[in-house]
Each structure stands twice: as C-alpha cells, then as structure tokens.
C-alpha cells in the first residue's frame, strides 16, 4: 500500500488543493463539551527531513478556526483513479509543527498546577503511534515545570518528592527493580516499593529525570530508532508543610508507549512481538476506560449504576484511575496531548488517534466532594471528628463506645485541623503521640481508639454506597415490638437495649455480657493474663456432672426444682474464657472453655467488638 500512496503522491496533493472544508454546525461545536477538567490538544510534529526525500508529505492540516483538524486519506479504488476520503476533528487545542513546547506548557501543563498545590490531582499524558513526538514533547515539558517548581513562587508552600517509574505489561519497575501498584482503603493508588526522593532545586530535578531516562526500555522499530517500550511516568508529590485542611497534591506526567500496525511488525523477534503485543493490550484497555467515561452523562447521581470502566484491568489503567474512575470524590484535572505522525503513509494510525482524542474531548466529568455521613470518616469534617472524639454526635446516631475512652482524649490534641479522612491517614505511632499528650490517656486507650476509628472506615469501605450502612451497631437498628431480634446485624457484645438504663452492670447481667473479674477469680494458665470472661447463664441452671476447665463441677448443688423457679437472684455464673488472640490488643472467645465466676469477683462490663477480617475482638 505504501507504494501504492507514493505512486499517487501528485493525486493526492491535487485532490487535497482542492478541498473545500465545510463550516462546522452548530451541533459540531456542542459536541466539545466545554470541560474544565479534562483538556484535549493535538501536537503534529514537523514531517522530517528523510521522509521528505522518500516522497512523503502531510495528510493533517489544521483549519484556522481553533481546535479544528482536516485529515486526508487517499483510497484506493477498483476501477478509475484513486479517491480522497477527508475527516474533520474538533478537539481543544491544535498545536502545529512550528509551534514551540513553551507553548503547550503555557496551555496545557501550567494550569494544572494551582490544582495541585490546592491537594488535587493532576495527570498530562501524552499518547500517539511510534515515532509521532510524545518522548520529545514530555522530555521538554519537564525541563519547563522545573524551572516552574523552583522560581521561587511555589517551593515556600510545599515538600516536592519525585517517583520516576516504568510499566512494561502488567509490571511496574523504577530503576530497574520491581514494584507494586495497589489501591488503599481510601480509594487512592500507592506506589508500593518504588523509591520517592525528596527534591529541592532545579538541578537535582533534572539530574533524576536523566537517569530515569537512562534506564528506560528502548529499542528500534520501523518508525523510530530509539522507540520507548515502555510507559514512562514521573510522579510528582507536593507535601503540605502547614497546618491546614488541603491533602498533598499529586501531579502525573505520562509518557505511553507507542502503538504499532501490523505492517511495521514484519521484521520483530518473538520477544519483540511479545512486548508489542503488551503495550497493545495495556493501550487497548486504556481506550476502553476512554469509552467508558465517554459514555457517562457527567455525575453518577446516587443510587445510580454508572457505566463500566475496566480501569483496573492493566497497571497503566490503575496509575490512571482517579482519571476513569466515575465514583471519584478527590478533584482531578487531566490534560491529554495526542501526538500526531503527519504523513500521508500513517493516516489509519492518525484517524485512530483523533478519534480517541475527540472522543476525550467530549466529554464532561464531575467530581463531587464525598458526602457527610456519620458511619463513613473519611467523609467527617474537622467539627464532627471532633464531636465523634468526645462523643457530641452529629443527628441520632449514638454508640455507647462512641467517645474515646475516660479520660477522654482532647480533641484540639488529637485533630487541630485535620478532616476525618486525614485524622485516619496518620500514621499509628504518630497518633498515639497525640493522644498521649492528653493526660491520663494510656497507650492501651489510644490503640483502642485507633482500632475503632479505622474499624468504622473499613465497615464504611465495604458498604455498597455511601451514606450505606456497614455492620455498625446504631439504636435505628434495635427492632420493634414484634421484629426478630435475629433480623439485627450485631458485631459487638454491648446491649443496645439497655442505652440509658443507668443501674449497675451487676443489675443487668445477661447472657453474652463480657465482664473483666478481678484478683480473687480462680482463672486456669498465666496468672499475667487479663481475666476477662463471657457470661453464659447462672451456674444453678446447669445440668449434673457438668465440668469447668479447672475440672470442677459446676452445679454440685443440682437440683431440678431450682431451675424452675422465678425471682431468684443469681451470685454466680458460668463463663467462657476470653483470651489474648495472635494480633496487639486482640481477644478471642473460647467458648468451650468455662469457669464458674463469683458476682462479686467482677470489677466491670467490658464492651468487645468483632473483626471479620482478623476473626479477633478488640475492646472498644
């Protein structure tokens, strides 16, 4: 085919003269949606100097109304001479060969910025077959945002730290060693085992993007010598250093692989077709998600099922899905750059691209703040964090272990200024620091406090929306007259009936009710061990030649008359044993295990809640 393009080059060059482009409607231009968070350009590098002395010329012209390109592909025909089949593309931004990459950085990379230092996210990736310019064009963006990130108007607000890494398939790789791409409970993506050094000024800058380029894959191909095959992304974290409420702003520069048509496989090994056919697939799955948001109509509404994005189908996907992901509560400004080859052999491969960058274009996504919920954390402001520390709850949910224990944590301590989702963020020694800082807060207390706010955003992460409600045991839940108890979702051993009943615990003893007994109980093992036991049932209820774990019999006393009786005041009590589990301030109740516990050797009620996932207890 490409023989057959050159013989006609002087057909195509008539028929492209003659083309008279037709006035875009007023439907055209309401196609582009106008989205201030996802910007589309076009960048046509300049044909070279050796496609030009092959025959080659431009098939992309730019119209002189902005955003709009006109692509020429001549076809082939049975009978007669061939024909010009003309395509128009409105995207964003048309940049042309003469226009310089100052430019694109004006346009493009610059506005993203103050959303950045604002705690969002902000991604540049540039995309387009081998050979069309992207490597050039994201070498010479990051040369200008250094020289940006150290003038002096930007360093005084924020820590700048730089990931540089690579996708090759499914695997991700930063100098050459290994790493992992997951998702946190928060819904963000961590770069787990990749190296994140701190910068400080210009050179050290560009001195880590050079040797990041050193070890990035490469290899020849029949458009390019020095093609990437790899996707080659620097990750850039700007650290909040002040108190305040903004999160560390994240900033992505995207350099994909190229894409490659069958015809310029020919000559690969195995190898080299494996790799290309990797970077296919991860690129296809990438159109994919650009089908999928395409498709939505701007914010899924609650309630409503939004359309399916794979986004975490391949790694490049992953990095990419706070872009592609419609539930995204965390503001995200995107700005993609298709690159262009403009050569009249390459308009299959131009025509894919546009296609995609139009389709881009038009689109509209809306990212809503997460919504106030009193069951998800990560959604409290900084009033309510502090309200949930010393239990001042916000409308009706109350919890009886809501507050933070007694004495109860100082809330200005523990969250000065931080949000629910930032509070849950800190790391665990760091928040037992701040909880110390109260006096008479124990360690113990401030690990219980931590295990129960991290509990309620695991609960929340699992609900199927938000504002749902997870296992959390509320009194909206306690049933009415008539309603199963059984129909109640239950994780904890506290008495949800007995909210406000101000008697003692030794008054409203009960089956279930996990109580901590003091020196003089009789307990089997280490005599270190914290004596905690579970009521089952008085022990003059039980049956004869009844056994505890001591090896004495439990109702010696046996008679059947007694267990009928009414109004009999119980002193003492057959209990399972709680015990130490495997994790830090776990238990585990070993309900097989039973001793008879006096009523006066209890101290006080001790309110456990169940984990799923570890199948421990944890005070609460």
Not at 64 to 90: C, M, W, Y
Not at 234 to 245: D, K, L, T, W, Y
Not at 479 to 498: A, K, Q
């Amino acid at each position: 085919m490409e023989q057959y393009l050159l013989a006609n080059v002087s057909r195509y060059q008539s028929l492209v003269q003659r083309f008279q482009p037709q006035r875009p409607t007023t439907t055209e231009n309401k196609d582009v949606a106008d989205c201030s968070n996802i910007v589309v350009a076009i960048r046509i590098r300049p044909i070279l100097d050796h496609e030009i002395l092959s025959g080659q010329v431009p098939a992309i012209f730019p119209r002189s109304e902005s955003g709009v390109v006109d692509l020429h592909e001549l076809k082939r025909v049975i009978r007669g001479q061939p024909t010009l089949n003309s395509s128009a593309f409105r995207v964003g931004n048309v940049f042309g060969a003469d226009c310089p990459t100052k430019t694109l950085y004006t346009n493009l990379l610059q506005p993203l910025l103050p959303s950045v230092w604002e705690g969002g996210v902000g991604t540049l990736f540039a995309f387009g077959q081998t050979g069309s310019g992207k490597t050039h064009t994201i070498s010479g963006l990051e040369r200008l945002l250094a020289e940006t990130l150290f003038d002096g108007a930007w360093t005084t607000q924020r820590k700048l730290y730089v990931s540089m890494f690579e996708l090759a398939g499914n695997s991700a790789y930063a100098s050459r060693a290994p790493f992992s791409i997951l998702e946190d409970s928060f819904g963000n993506t961590q770069l787990v085992g990749a190296q994140e050094l701190s910068i400080k000024s210009k050179s050290e800058f560009l001195e880590l993007i050079e040797n990041a380029t050193s070890f990035r894959q490469t290899a020849g191909t029949e458009k390019n010598d020095g093609s990437s095959r790899s996707h080659a992304i620097c990750r850039i974290r700007a650290a909040n250093v002040s108190p305040g409420i903004s999160e560390d702003g994240i900033l992505y520069l995207i350099d994909l692989a190229g894409s490659e048509a069958a015809r310029d496989l020919a000559n690969h090994s195995a190898d080299r077709l494996k790799e290309t056919r990797e970077i296919n697939i991860s690129l296809s799955i990438l159109k994919d998600c650009i089908r999928g948001i395409a498709s939505t109509t701007g914010t899924v509404k609650k309630g409503q099922k939004g359309p399916y994005i794979p986004f975490r189908q391949s790694t490049l996907t992953k990095v990419l899905k706070h872009v592609f992901d419609p539930s995204g509560i965390r503001n995200s400004k995107t700005a993609v750059l298709a690159c262009i080859n403009p050569s009249f052999l390459d308009t299959p491969a131009t025509k894919n691209t546009l296609r995609y960058a139009h389709m881009l274009c038009s689109t509209e996504i809306k990212y809503q703040a997460a919504e106030h919920s009193p069951a998800i954390p990560k959604s409290w402001s900084n009033k309510f964090i502090r309200s949930y520390i010393t239990k001042e709850l916000h409308q009706a949910v109350i919890l009886t272990c809501e507050k933070s224990g007694n004495p109860v944590i100082s809330p200005s301590i523990l969250a000065p200024h931080e949000s629910g989702a930032q509070l849950l963020a800190i790391p665990l020694n760091k928040f037992i620091a701040r909880c110390l800082r109260t006096k008479g807060v124990t360690e113990s207390q401030a690990k219980a406090f931590h295990a129960k706010l991290w509990r309620l955003h695991i609960d929340s992460t699992r609900a199927s929306g938000v504002g749902h409600k997870g296992e959390i045991d509320t009194i909206e839940q306690v049933p009415i007259s008539g309603e199963s108890v059984l129909s109640v979702t239950r994780i904890s051993t506290r008495d949800l009936m007995s909210e406000g009943d101000l008697r003692t615990f030794k008054d409203r003893i009960r089956p279930g009710m996990v109580v901590r007994c003091n020196a003089a109980a009789n307990f089997p093992g280490s005599s270190s061990q914290e004596k905690l036991v579970m009521i089952l049932c008085p022990q003059n209820v039980v049956g004869k030649n009844m056994k505890d774990a001591l090896g004495n019999e439990v109702n010696p006393s046996y008679c059947l008359e007694k267990t009928e009786l009414t109004g009999i005041t119980h002193q003492r009590y057959l209990c399972a044993l709680v015990l130490s589990g495997g994790l830090a301030d776990s238990y585990e109740v070993s309900i097989w295990r039973q001793i008879v516990v006096d009523l006066s050797s209890m101290e006080t009620e001790v309110s456990l809640e169940y984990d799923p996932a570890t199948r421990y207890y944890h005070i609460c």
